[in-house]
């Protein structure tokens, strides 16, 4: 029996990462199987691990089409369609009325990118070599767009604290104002790094699929309504999970759901550090991370009033708190160009801190 053919021809080995993935999809019908015996704790795990696969077929479509597309169109479409996955389990779970989680996989998203994965990379990366090197200046620039986009998510919560009750009354159209302006900041920033300073941002990328144009709409659609099914039954069986592990909706929105819709990303960002090429493992983490804050947050707030569930982007103290502390962790690394696996477990100890306190949040 012969492997089964992989894009570009080549044959997929099941020890391949993306054959790894391709096996996971058997964990989609385990968890529709498990949903349709009753929600549950075991629903509840199926469903957020076949989040992982869903989410690697549906990034390795967007980047297929994005090639084909070319430099222009196709880097404007995997900006957009970067962090699909996550959106949609926050549409889904804001649809269901799980408003404190949506704004927990927010935080979690942003802490698990600077955090958890680019300390997973630099410590990988690092363990062979005394140091890596990487664009100093591109990296500082997705540090200082985070710093604006943390920024626009504290306000809400300093303008709460220094008015006090009377800040409840305009905290809605504060947020919807904050999130354009969000916006514009993420549309500037597609424009320095597809347009005026490309030339930063090049580089062939690795892995890429070549599917056709036919194949990848396909791939992209099939992954893309599996994963809206998928977060339907995972938002479901949140609540029993969440009453039989004696875990919290902020546990559960910063750590759990937040791992599992980056996982496959967080993968391939390990691997190309592990490869020595710590420069894509900078530009995974620091472009995920924007999409969250400055895309995929805002549009839940301009969203969210449709589905019945106003959304603002009033944090707590200690989700800003921890916002801050990964931004000031990633920027300390970012200054000098160069990074070695101590940093990288430095920055995984500030995540474990910050998962442990999360944990004890009542």
Same mark, same amino acid.
């Given at each position: ?9 080549? %044959? ?18 385990? *968890? ?20 992982? @696969? ?7 479509a ?5 090639? %084909?597309?070319? *430099? ?27 408003t404190?989680?949506?704004? =927990? ?25 005394? +140091? ?6 591109? *990296? ?10 943390v920024?626009?998510? $504290? $306000? @809400?919560?300093?303008?709460h ?7 409840e *009354?305009?905290?809605? @159209?504060?947020? #919807?104002?904050?999130? /354009?302006v ?15 300073? =490309?030339q ?9 699929? +070549?599917?056709?144009? +036919? ?25 029993p999970a969440?009453?039989?592990?004696g ?9 759990? !759901? ?7 990303? &967080? ?9 020595? %090429? /710590?420069?894509?493992?900078?530009? !995974?983490?620091?472009e ?8 995929? =947050? ?10 019945? &569930? ?6 707590? &103290? #200690? ?10 962790a990633?920027? !300390? !690394? =970012? ?20 998962? $442990? ?6």
């Open positions: 029996m012969t492997a089964p053919s992989v894009p570009g021809g080549a %044959r997929l080995s099941f020890r391949s990462p993306d054959g790894v993935f391709l096996v996971l999809l058997v964990l989609v019908p385990a *968890a529709l199987v498990s949903a349709a015996g009753g929600a549950g704790t075991a629903t509840f795990i199926l469903a957020a691990l076949a989040i992982v @696969p869903l989410a690697h077929w549906m990034g390795l967007t980047e297929s089409l994005a090639h %084909r597309l070319g *430099a222009g169109l196709g880097g404007l479409m995997n900006a957009t369609f970067g962090n699909a996955a996550e959106l949609i389990i926050a549409l889904v779970a804001l649809r269901a009325g799980q404190a989680v949506v704004k =927990a996989s927010i935080t979690g998203s942003v802490l698990g990118n600077l955090l958890l994965v680019l300390g997973a990379a630099v410590l990988a990366g690092g363990l062979r070599r005394e +140091r890596q090197v990487f664009n100093a200046t591109v *990296a500082l620039s997705g540090v200082a767009l985070m710093y604006l986009a920024t626009g998510l $504290i $306000i @809400p919560d300093l303008f604290l220094a008015l006090g009750r009377a800040a *009354a305009v905290m809605r @159209p504060l947020s #919807l104002a904050v999130s /354009v969000l916006l514009v900041l993420y549309g500037l920033s597609l424009l320095f790094s597809l347009g005026t300073h =490309a930063l941002f090049e580089g062939e990328a690795e892995g890429v699929p +070549r599917w056709s144009l +036919r194949k990848g709409v396909a791939v992209l659609l099939a992954a893309t309504l599996a994963t809206v099914v998928v977060a339907e039954v995972l938002v479901h069986a949140l609540e969440i009453a039989s592990l875990l919290t909706p902020t546990f559960v929105g910063v750590v759990v !759901i937040a791992v599992v819709g980056n996982a496959a990303e &967080h993968s391939t960002a390990v691997l190309m550090a592990v490869r020595d %090429r /710590v420069e894509v493992a900078f530009s !995974i983490c620091f995920s991370s924007k999409q969250i804050a400055l895309l995929v =947050a805002p549009v839940l707030v301009l969203v969210s009033g449709l589905l019945g &569930h106003p959304l603002t982007l009033e944090f707590s &103290h #200690l989700e800003v708190l921890a916002l801050g502390i990964a931004t000031g990633t920027t !300390i !690394i =970012a200054l000098d160009g160069e990074s070695n696996w101590l940093e990288g477990a430095m920055l995984l100890g500030v995540y474990a801190l910050l998962a $442990i306190v999360f944990f004890f949040v009542p």
